[in-house]
């Protein structure tokens, strides 16, 4: 087999240049982010030992963790029951359905929280409309905490959420959904029974991909949380921008990555990963 | 399972889609316990009426009745029809097992009883040993059974099967055809297939429906249909048929005398069928393996005299296209086994049929 290896050989030394320039732009900056998690201020675990002892960096890990399941959670129904309706559409309908999932991810992430504050905010248009229909006396707070967070973070993973969980549902073949009507089902069982275990694979990669995105939204929480609400991005930014404290900033960096990478790992033993992130479709 | 058939009846059963006319004004009758095939090229509407009886489809105009009740509007789930899919439709994340206890699982069925049941549904179809397997670990005509023991499993009041066979190879299909029939005349319940594939129709059903362009075309036993087609469609379509263009010359009793160019022809008049004046032109359907080859001095009710323009050796038989003068090629079949003549391109010889081998069919309105 030794000139099937040297041919194996050829093929690797292709991407050597792809392969250096990805560790020297990636690798080694998140090698370094991890080097001084260690060694800043001093060097030691102390940073990581904040991770037990500070109520502050507790807090924010609570908080982006109950953010991003909640984002999760919605962003998987709204999407579950958008993929569906697509999925069971004709053709032309179908496109056009797509189309208009797709519309909100060309448009940019800022633009979208600044609508959603002119939206939400005190004087805006839903207070508005809710004050003069008389719902509420006085405009609610709808926007520079968790709830507007999470608007704008499900409105942004939804087409995240539809893409994977749709492709999933075009592989059922429509004849099992007649056949299981055939046999005596009637359709909410042919839903339970057939159709959601056979899209499960899509909910599950949706799933993950939308919390792996969450996990490090930056934008979003920044602009309609005001401030106020910290999530995981925000508040490493804060402490490396604003409070030059990088050996706290690099350790939450850290934290986040292998989080990250932990749940792509025990997750690509339930599903087929490639297929999440769109390849051998 | 008891051995209670249930009978079908269409109405002018008629579908259009937009101006498009799927199944156009269809009645049929299908007894408790028959065994009724569906025939027709694709796009003559045999699909469909599968369909507006399973369900799925709802006719335009109208009706299905079940002994006589009306169902045109149940919906599938409440018609208790057990039905077979093109391509099997067998739930991937299911077990074979889990396959076949589904319709018994939706009526709620106990489990010792379902247990039961699935057991002697996959015995039927003996595939008890494959039971704990998914579909993907079968083969093709495992897969096929699977799907027959699922729709068997709740003693439906009727068995539709919709292509059932198409999806497997040759042989594979013969012997599922024997195994079918043989499952038909145990269960003894009212099947009804659809088939394009007109050997399938011949050898599995009790009657055939001929569908052309949306119409039942004919209708009845196979054997029926196939010595006494009504139409130039029906001939041509079940089996091989050479079309002869003649003229009435004589009337009779029992038998006419019909001429194409100078050679004369005998035809026999069938019980009940018209006898047509003198001149009418006829057409007359004639089987290739129904004309014999003639020894000399040997004589038969009609005869005539060719040329061998290409045969074709065919392991039963030998296939002949013969060249006449007044009858233009006819296609003859002959057993290869003790055939008197071997073939060969440009043999003359002298082929016979009897007066009642060929029939007059008519021309198929365009």
């Given at each position: 087999m030794a000139p099937a290896g040297q041919r194996q050989t050829?093929?690797?030394?292709?991407?050597?240049?792809?392969?250096?320039?990805?560790t020297a732009f990636y690798v080694a900056p998140i090698a370094q982010v991890l080097a001084i998690s260690f060694t800043e201020p001093q060097p030691g675990l102390g940073n990581y030992e904040r991770l037990f002892t500070s109520e502050s960096v507790q807090r924010v890990i609570g908080t982006t963790l109950r953010i991003c399941t909640i984002t999760t959670a919605l962003a998987l129904l709204l999407g579950y029951v958008l993929a569906y309706r697509i999925a069971l559409a004709e053709a032309r309908a179908r496109r056009w359905w797509i189309l208009v999932v797709l519309v909100p991810l060309w448009i940019s992430v800022l633009v979208r929280a600044f609508a959603w504050v002119t939206l939400l905010r005190r004087q805006g248009l839903v207070n508005q409309a809710l004050m003069e229909s008389g719902l509420v006396a006085e405009p609610l707070q709808l926007v520079w905490n968790e709830f507007g967070i999470v608007v704008g973070m499900v409105h942004y993973m939804v087409p995240y959420a539809v893409l994977p969980m749709l492709a999933s549902m075009r592989e059922i073949d429509p004849r099992l959904l007649a056949a299981a009507r055939g046999l005596g089902a009637p359709r909410q069982t042919v839903f339970a029974r057939i159709f959601l275990p056979l899209s499960l694979p899509g909910l599950i990669a949706a799933g993950v991909l939308v919390f792996i995105f969450s996990l490090g939204f930056y934008i979003t929480p920044a602009i309609l949380g005001g401030g106020k609400t910290l999530m995981v991005a925000e508040w490493i930014g804060l402490q490396i921008l604003d409070l030059i404290r990088w050996g706290l900033g690099t350790m939450m960096a850290t934290v986040l990555v292998v989080t990250i990478l932990a749940t792509l790992a025990v997750f690509s033993r339930v599903v087929d990963l490639r297929r999440v992130f769109g390849s051998g479709a | 399972m008891s051995a209670a058939g249930h009978a079908l009846a269409l109405q002018g059963l008629t579908k259009r889609y937009g101006t498009f006319t799927a199944v156009d004004d269809v009645s049929l009758k299908v007894e408790s316990g028959q065994f009724l095939t569906l025939l027709g090229p694709s796009g003559s509407g045999k699909t469909t009426i599968l369909m507006c009886i399973a369900g799925f489809v709802a006719p335009t105009a109208g009706a299905v009745l079940l002994d006589g009740r009306d169902i045109t509007a149940l919906p599938p789930e409440k018609r208790d029809f057990g039905m077979v899919f093109q391509g099997y439709a067998l739930f991937p994340h299911m077990t074979v097992a889990e396959n076949v206890a589904f319709p018994l699982r939706v009526r709620r069925m106990g489990t010792a009883e379902r247990a039961e049941k699935v057991r002697a549904a996959l015995d039927l179809v003996q595939l008890d040993r494959f039971a704990e397997r998914r579909p993907s670990q079968l083969s093709g005509g495992q897969q096929q059974r699977v799907a027959l023991a699922r729709a068997l499993v709740f003693d439906p009041a009727l068995l539709l099967l919709d292509e059932p066979l198409s999806a497997l190879d040759k042989k594979l299909r013969a012997e599922l055809q024997e195994e079918l029939k043989a499952l038909h005349r145990r269960v003894?319940?009212?099947?009804?297939?659809?088939?394009?594939?007109?050997?399938?129709?011949?050898?599995?059903?009790?009657?055939?429906?001929?569908?052309?362009?949306?119409?039942?075309?004919?209708?009845?036993?196979?054997t029926a249909l196939y010595d006494r087609p009504r139409t130039r469609f029906v001939a041509d379509f079940l089996g091989k048929s050479n079309f002869l263009h003649a003229a009435v010359q004589q009337g009779g009793a029992e038998a006419m005398q019909l001429a194409i160019g100078a050679t004369p022809l005998v035809q026999r008049i069938l019980p009940g069928a018209p006898h047509p004046a003198p001149g009418t032109k006829l057409l007359l359907s004639l089987r290739p393996e129904k004309i014999a080859l003639l020894a000399d001095g040997e004589t038969a009710d009609n005869m005539v005299e060719g040329r061998i323009a290409t045969w074709s050796y065919l392991g039963a038989g030998f296939g002949l296209s013969v060249a006449t003068q007044d009858l233009g090629m006819l296609r003859v079949t002959l057993p290869s086994w003790g055939a008197p003549i071997?073939?060969?391109?440009?043999?003359?010889?002298?082929?016979?049929?009897?007066?009642?081998?060929?029939v007059p069919v008519e021309e198929d309105a365009a």
């Amino acid at each position: 087999m030794a000139p099937a290896g040297q041919r194996q050989t050829g093929w690797w030394l292709l991407i050597l240049p792809a392969f250096l320039l990805m560790t020297a732009f990636y690798v080694a900056p998140i090698a370094q982010v991890l080097a001084i998690s260690f060694t800043e201020p001093q060097p030691g675990l102390g940073n990581y030992e904040r991770l037990f002892t500070s109520e502050s960096v507790q807090r924010v890990i609570g908080t982006t963790l109950r953010i991003c399941t909640i984002t999760t959670a919605l962003a998987l129904l709204l999407g579950y029951v958008l993929a569906y309706r697509i999925a069971l559409a004709e053709a032309r309908a179908r496109r056009w359905w797509i189309l208009v999932v797709l519309v909100p991810l060309w448009i940019s992430v800022l633009v979208r929280a600044f609508a959603w504050v002119t939206l939400l905010r005190r004087q805006g248009l839903v207070n508005q409309a809710l004050m003069e229909s008389g719902l509420v006396a006085e405009p609610l707070q709808l926007v520079w905490n968790e709830f507007g967070i999470v608007v704008g973070m499900v409105h942004y993973m939804v087409p995240y959420a539809v893409l994977p969980m749709l492709a999933s549902m075009r592989e059922i073949d429509p004849r099992l959904l007649a056949a299981a009507r055939g046999l005596g089902a009637p359709r909410q069982t042919v839903f339970a029974r057939i159709f959601l275990p056979l899209s499960l694979p899509g909910l599950i990669a949706a799933g993950v991909l939308v919390f792996i995105f969450s996990l490090g939204f930056y934008i979003t929480p920044a602009i309609l949380g005001g401030g106020k609400t910290l999530m995981v991005a925000e508040w490493i930014g804060l402490q490396i921008l604003d409070l030059i404290r990088w050996g706290l900033g690099t350790m939450m960096a850290t934290v986040l990555v292998v989080t990250i990478l932990a749940t792509l790992a025990v997750f690509s033993r339930v599903v087929d990963l490639r297929r999440v992130f769109g390849s051998g479709a | 399972m008891s051995a209670a058939g249930h009978a079908l009846a269409l109405q002018g059963l008629t579908k259009r889609y937009g101006t498009f006319t799927a199944v156009d004004d269809v009645s049929l009758k299908v007894e408790s316990g028959q065994f009724l095939t569906l025939l027709g090229p694709s796009g003559s509407g045999k699909t469909t009426i599968l369909m507006c009886i399973a369900g799925f489809v709802a006719p335009t105009a109208g009706a299905v009745l079940l002994d006589g009740r009306d169902i045109t509007a149940l919906p599938p789930e409440k018609r208790d029809f057990g039905m077979v899919f093109q391509g099997y439709a067998l739930f991937p994340h299911m077990t074979v097992a889990e396959n076949v206890a589904f319709p018994l699982r939706v009526r709620r069925m106990g489990t010792a009883e379902r247990a039961e049941k699935v057991r002697a549904a996959l015995d039927l179809v003996q595939l008890d040993r494959f039971a704990e397997r998914r579909p993907s670990q079968l083969s093709g005509g495992q897969q096929q059974r699977v799907a027959l023991a699922r729709a068997l499993v709740f003693d439906p009041a009727l068995l539709l099967l919709d292509e059932p066979l198409s999806a497997l190879d040759k042989k594979l299909r013969a012997e599922l055809q024997e195994e079918l029939k043989a499952l038909h005349r145990r269960v003894g319940r009212t099947f009804v297939n659809v088939t394009h594939d007109q050997e399938e129709a011949l050898s599995l059903s009790d009657r055939v429906a001929i569908l052309n362009h949306g119409k039942l075309v004919q209708e009845g036993a196979p054997t029926a249909l196939y010595d006494r087609p009504r139409t130039r469609f029906v001939a041509d379509f079940l089996g091989k048929s050479n079309f002869l263009h003649a003229a009435v010359q004589q009337g009779g009793a029992e038998a006419m005398q019909l001429a194409i160019g100078a050679t004369p022809l005998v035809q026999r008049i069938l019980p009940g069928a018209p006898h047509p004046a003198p001149g009418t032109k006829l057409l007359l359907s004639l089987r290739p393996e129904k004309i014999a080859l003639l020894a000399d001095g040997e004589t038969a009710d009609n005869m005539v005299e060719g040329r061998i323009a290409t045969w074709s050796y065919l392991g039963a038989g030998f296939g002949l296209s013969v060249a006449t003068q007044d009858l233009g090629m006819l296609r003859v079949t002959l057993p290869s086994w003790g055939a008197p003549i071997a073939p060969a391109e440009g043999l003359a010889i002298r082929l016979g049929w009897s007066a009642s081998a060929s029939v007059p069919v008519e021309e198929d309105a365009a």
